[in-house]
């Protein structure tokens, strides 16, 4: 009897447990959303240290976009939430981190408006083809982007020289890669989008060319 006490004692333990693991990404998009406006009030309040702490807030946000997905993938913690506000708390920290550092002088206006247009028209494209059952997987191109947007924002909202580097150097550098990566990703994706939805224009269009 005690044997089955101890058993069922087990089992009621490790619900919680898995229901905590399954909780875990939702969780951390949730800080990610909560680090966006910590962002924004530092860089309105500007200054090396509000720049710094914008930085910070910046990095952990990205990095908890990267631990969200890892563990979302080993424990097959995929939720609807999670679906709808990993990529919207994504696109949102970018757009409004990017708009904050134009009146800093930190960063070109049309290339944020290149940028945040890319993203409302890639998901744009996103929402017809999910309304079509139609899943258009991110190219390797827009994975790169984000890597390359996030040291960018980073270097931007740092700003300052620290320990002899200038970060807004670094930022830019960073950032001309990225607007690449913005653009071409997208040309891609416009063109999968094509080939999916126009397939008999596609052939044509190849036989035309041949």
Known sequence: MGIKIFFSGASMDSKPQSDRVSQLPTRLTLFRVACIPAVVICLYLQGPVSSFLAALFVGLAFITDILDGYFARKYSAVTVVGKFLDPLADKILVSLTMIMLIPLGRIYVWVVMVIIARELAI?????????????????????????????????????????????????????????????????????????????ESHKSDKGNSG
Request: hydrophobic letters at 55%.
């Open 123 to 199: 998901t744009g494209l996103r929402g017809i083809a999910v309304s079509e059952g139609v899943v258009i997987q991110a190219s390797a191109l827009g994975k790169y982007k984000t890597i390359f947007q996030s040291v960018a924002l980073l270097g931007l909202c740092l700003h300052y020289e620290y320990f002899g580097v200038d970060f807004h150097k670094v930022g830019m550098f960073f950032l001309w890669i990225a607007l690449i990566l913005t653009i071409w990703s997208a040309l891609a994706y416009f063109r999968n989008f094509y080939e999916v939805f126009f397939p």
